[in-house]
């Protein structure tokens, strides 16, 4: 309005009584219109000028709206690497070793290391699944070949339920794949009792433990024990090749080469055509060069 006036306060100082009236009209409907022209470009530019001041308020809370978020994800990735407290049945990693060591077997298993783990026996109701828990993780391990963790696991399987004649069959596998036969025979020892105790002895000892800790005592070349074992075996499984196959080579390692020949001639009949048989008919090659005295 300010402005409006000023404009016709010119215009009334501009407009003499001399001058023509339409001059006169002409000129106060050019200025006029400048007056309206000037009122609505001033009005744009408060407009703009406005629009401005809320897009740079929109834009700086949305950058503050997206900077919280992305600290409250940081927030979050750091408390999932922390283990903090393990939940039931979870493992706590085991420190990193040095890079410049080569990792053990154990340390490339995907099981957790016994000595590591939680403990789950509240996760069981009973000690027999327990037992199986454990009985499953070493097997794993043993299959996988690390014997260290299965004999670990097994022991633990006994731990739950000593009673349980197959944890102390299953350790001594374990054993006798590290080379420690006189603990697997003594596992054996175990095993053979409680299986006797229960009535299980003729029903899974021949073909298990018997044979085992008849070829623990091979290894420690103590002949005649493992003789015996594999004699009972024979005697309860009259048709597993395996025992007439371990039985000859005792017999040749001994220097009884007659009844070493008859159990390989028995364990090739029994058995299929495979490396096994093959090694039985290597042996009776070599009897036969011992004879000739060629070797």
Do not use: W
Request: proline share 5%; glycine share 6%.
């Amino acid at each position: 309005m300010i402005r409006i006036r000023y404009f016709q306060e010119i215009v009334s100082n501009l407009v003499t009584p001399q001058s023509p009236p339409q001059v006169s009209g002409r000129l106060t409907e050019q200025l006029t219109g400048i007056n309206k022209r000037s009122f609505i470009e001033a009005n744009l530019k408060n407009s703009h000028k406005k629009l401005f001041k809320i897009l740079c308020i929109f834009v700086f809370a949305f950058m503050a709206f997206f900077l919280s978020l992305m600290s409250g994800c940081s927030i979050s990735r750091q408390k999932t690497v922390n283990p903090g407290t393990p939940s039931p049945g979870m493992t706590v990693d085991s420190p990193k070793t040095d890079k410049t060591t080569n990792p053990t077997k154990s340390s490339l298993s995907p099981f957790p290391t016994p000595n590591n783990e939680i403990d789950v026996s509240k996760k069981f109701k009973t000690k027999s699944d327990l037992f199986s828990y454990y009985q499953d993780l070493g097997s794993e391990c043993h299959r996988t070949g690390e014997e260290e963790m299965a004999i670990e696991y097994f022991t633990k399987a006994i731990e739950a339920d000593p009673d349980n004649y197959e944890g102390y069959d299953l350790r001594s596998m374990a054993y006798y794949e590290m080379g420690e036969h006189k603990k697997g025979i003594r596992d054996c020892n175990k095993a053979i009792s409680i299986a006797r105790k229960k009535g299980l002895f003729e029903k899974v000892c021949p073909e298990q433990t018997l044979v085992r800790r008849g070829a623990h005592y091979m290894n420690l070349k103590k002949y005649k024990e493992a003789i015996k074992d594999f004699s009972i075996v024979i005697k309860y499984r009259p048709n597993f090749a395996f025992a007439y196959y371990d039985r000859g080579r005792c017999y040749l390692r001994k220097g009884d080469y007659e009844s070493a020949r008859k159990d390989l001639l028995k364990a090739i009949k029994l058995g299929k055509k495979n490396k096994f048989t093959d090694n039985c008919k290597k042996y009776l090659k070599e009897m036969e060069k011992i004879k000739k005295g060629k070797l």
